[in-house]
């Protein structure tokens, strides 16, 4: 992976970070499906990464997935999301990770309902929520 605009020790994080965050950014974690607060949400504004507040995901891009975690079509850049390939549980998905502090975010898939495609995945607990003035 290339270097990370925002580099922290792992110790460092878990300081930052409370509990439920870090488990999701920094082990991979998956919060329960329809528990996180974003899952049914839908202000206009703007998705942060809750590990270094990039901007990720734009509320014109949400959708409702109805598979209990928030789902967007398409990232605020392209830049801004990694993808890795993912083989755990016997499945093979596609991880998405913030680029700037390869914080674990969720998942994409193709089964998307709009034009682009694709379904991104995320945990609520991944993102902040601001909305827009
Ligand atoms: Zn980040």
């Given at each position: 992976?290339?270097?990370?605009?925002?580099?922290?020790?792992?110790?460092?994080?878990?300081?930052?970070?409370?509990?439920?965050?870090?488990?999701?950014?920094?082990?991979?974690?998956?919060?329960?499906?329809?528990?996180?607060?974003?899952?049914?949400?839908?202000?206009?504004?703007?998705y942060?990464?809750?590990?270094?507040?990039?901007?990720?995901f734009?509320?014109?891009?949400?959708?409702?997935?109805?598979?209990?975690?928030?789902?967007?079509?398409?990232?605020?850049?392209?830049?801004?999301?990694?993808?890795?390939?993912?083989?755990?549980?016997?499945?093979?998905?596609?991880?998405?990770?913030?680029?700037?502090?390869?914080?674990?975010?969720?998942?994409?898939?193709?089964?998307?309902?709009?034009?682009?495609?694709?379904?991104?995945?995320?945990?609520?607990?991944?993102l902040?929520?601001?909305?827009?003035?």
């Open positions: 992976m290339s270097a990370l605009k925002v580099q922290k020790t792992e110790a460092e994080w878990k300081a930052e970070l409370n509990e439920e965050v870090f488990h999701i950014l920094r082990q991979k974690g998956t919060e329960r499906a329809f528990t996180g607060e974003y899952s049914n949400h839908n202000e206009k504004g703007t942060h990464c809750a590990g270094c507040d990039a901007l990720l734009e509320s014109n891009q949400k959708f409702d997935s109805h598979c209990g975690w928030p789902a967007f079509d398409a990232p605020a850049e392209e830049t801004i999301i990694h993808e890795h390939q993912d083989r755990s549980f016997g499945m093979v998905r596609t991880e998405v990770t913030c680029s700037d502090c390869g914080g674990h975010l969720g998942h994409v898939f193709t089964d998307g309902p709009t034009k682009t495609g694709l379904r991104y995945c995320i945990n609520s607990l991944a902040k929520f601001k909305p827009s003035a």
